[in-house]
């Protein structure tokens, strides 16, 4: 391996970024600057304006010319971000994952398995592993690390685990939806129509996410030989699946709005679980209302393409810590606290009972005429007296005269 001189045709600075799962290459990003180190995210929660210079100050180091693998870049920050808010961002992305993993312990003390509980540490174990792929990546460029096109392998990743952290916890905020219209119900179960429903609506859900992911791959892939051509169908796939997720989060802000009425009518026996589901479907639904407005204005309208405010990332980082606290700290208490509800059964109907208990006589045990005994009612009804067996004052109608 020697360095030589940088080959002309590579005179197109390739540009890199830190994304996590609200990043979005804009289709201007390379027809108004083909030649600058312009970063390809409009969305992010990451790096913003992020290039890559080559090693060596205008050399680049090759393990073989048909290897554009083995390149070595440097990850550093561009001259359009402040080094400032960069670091603020960082910081909080430090704070998602320690929070995230403060509520996977938390889940795991949880004892009730029968909700979905599952779900909900699948999709924080999801987040941990995005998380902890876009903080080291982060600090990798702020430390200005020197690194292979392999590291692109940690985006695809990254990509991964947040799309199915997302996927995750649909299921989740569904699945106790369904928990809470079975008891509103006498069978105890909520209607086919819904779960049918919901259940369809998580098979888009997941056909769509492993589309974007599909996209993201062979964009990364073909970013490594300079060919952003799939840049702008990545936009628009990501703002999409970003729409969707809006859709959805108002969908189970609805059904949970529902459930909290019914809770203060004194439905079920605590209004702690529904509240808290409350409060956890609110945050979910601003946290991706925040991420599709922003991508629908920053990414798919052309005229605010270039008007993204400096601090914008660091803002929605930022944003973003508080609502995932507030998703899952609502989600896991609403979890926490579903003994409260009491035995299930009780909020089914009740199944008819006789007014009069039959008695336990066998047909045999009594003679022709004799009749069992007659059991008195606790609740003071007086018992049906046979008035054929007692003597008669007037066998026969007399008259008043």
């Known amino acids: 391996m020697g360095l030589k001189p940088q080959n002309p045709k590579m005179n197109k600075a390739k540009p890199t970024r830190i994304l996590f799962w609200s990043s979005v290459p804009s289709k201007a990003n390379y027809e108004l600057w083909p030649n600058e180190m312009r970063p390809i995210d409009i969305l992010a929660s990451y790096l913003e304006e992020m290039a890559p210079r080559r090693g060596g100050g205008g050399y680049y180091s090759s393990y073989g010319n048909d290897n554009p693998w083995s390149e070595t870049i440097v990850l550093t920050l561009g001259s ?6 960069y670091i603020a961002e960082f910081a909080f992305h430090i704070l998602s994952l320690i929070a995230f993993v403060a509520f996977l312990i938390w889940a795991c003390t949880i004892r009730n398995r029968s909700l979905a509980l599952k779900g909900a540490i699948c999709a924080l ?7 902890i792929n876009l903080v080291v990546l982060e600090a990798m ?10 590291y692109l392998i940690g985006l695809m990743l990254t990509d991964f685990f947040a799309l199915a952290a997302m996927w995750f916890t649909l299921y989740v905020f569904w699945e106790l939806i369904h928990r809470f219209l079975g ?8 209607h086919a129509a819904v779960t049918t429903i ?3 609506f998580l098979g888009i859900v997941f056909l769509v996410s492993v589309a974007e992911w599909g996209v993201r791959v062979a964009y990364y892939v073909w970013s490594v030989n300079f060919n952003y051509e799939l840049s702008w169908t990545l936009t628009q796939v990501s703002c999409a699946v970003y729409i969707i997720h809006w859709v959805l989060s108002t969908e189970i802000l609805a059904w949970v709005f529902f459930l909290a009425i019914k809770a203060g009518n004194n439905a079920f026996a605590s ?15 601003a946290v991706c209302a925040t991420v599709a407005i922003i991508g629908i204005r920053y990414s798919l ?3 605010y393409q270039y008007d993204r405010p400096v601090y914008l990332s660091t803002a929605i980082s930022i944003v973003e810590f508080f609502l995932y606290v507030g998703t899952y700290t609502g989600i896991l208490l609403c979890c926490a606290k579903w003994h409260s509800l009491g035995d299930e059964r009780k909020y089914s109907a009740p199944q008819y009972q006789p007014q009069y208990p039959v008695a336990q006589f066998s047909p045999g045990q009594f003679s022709e005429g004799q009749y069992p005994p007659i059991q008195q009612q606790s609740y003071g009804v007086a018992p049906y007296t046979d ?7 007037h066998p026969h109608h007399v008259s008043p005269r």
């Open 198 to 200: 919901h259940y369809v």
């Open 271 to 285: 209004k702690l679980p529904a509240m808290a589901l409350f409060t956890a479907a609110i945050s979910w639904c």
């Open 301 to 303: 309208l052309p005229v």
């Open 141 to 150: 460029t702020i430390a200005e690390t020197e690194v292979t096109m392999y």
């Open 183 to 190: 008891l509103t119900r006498p069978s105890g179960k909520p």
């Open 387 to 393: 008035h054929s067996a007692q003597p008669q004052a």
């Open 80 to 85: 359009y971000l402040r080094k400032s808010l």
């Open 125 to 131: 174990t999801s987040f941990i592993c995005s998380q």
